[in-house]
């Protein structure tokens, strides 16, 4: 790895394109990502990327998307993720994993006598699928229930 400018990266990928003097959200994407800070994309930018063919924007920090930005999404048929449900899972995940690290073995699944390996193996089982708690996040983003944001129309 070497460090660097942003503008040094087109040495290494050519059909790279640096972009100065304008927002990002002016550089065309299917998924946007906004992850810094509270309502740094307006309603504006939201247009912008929706008559860029953005298709998907899942918050990564409290609130980074205006409301008229969530208005102008659910106008254009973009789908939308808040902040508070894109996060839900690594929030709970996080607290589980402290958890159960805090807890005795024998409270973790794990006795003296099993391998680590196969303790492992039997709680990672179902790790690819939605526990209850996040499904049912999931559905309130798909159906617009409690006056969530969705596809196609304000919930």
Request: glycine residues 12%; positive net charge.
């Amino acid at each position: 790895m070497r460090r660097g400018r942003i503008a040094d990266y087109l040495e290494f990928r050519p059909a790279a394109r640096f972009v100065t003097g304008a927002s990002i959200w002016e550089v065309p994407c299917a998924i946007a990502l906004p992850c810094a800070r509270q309502n740094e994309l307006d309603g504006g930018d939201a247009l912008t990327l929706a008559r860029n063919g953005c298709s998907i924007v899942a918050e990564g920090a409290n609130m980074p998307c205006s409301p008229d930005a969530v208005k102008v999404f659910a106008e254009a048929g973009v789908t939308f993720a808040p902040g508070k449900a894109a996060n839900a899972g690594g929030v709970a995940t996080s607290g589980l994993e402290r958890q159960r690290s805090a807890a005795p073995p024998a409270m973790r699944g794990r006795s003296s006598t099993r391998s680590r390996g196969s303790a492992r193996s039997e709680r990672d089982h179902d790790a690819g699928r939605p526990q209850p708690s996040l499904r049912r996040t999931i559905s309130v983003i798909h159906t617009g229930a409690k006056g969530e944001v969705q596809p196609g129309g304000v919930g």
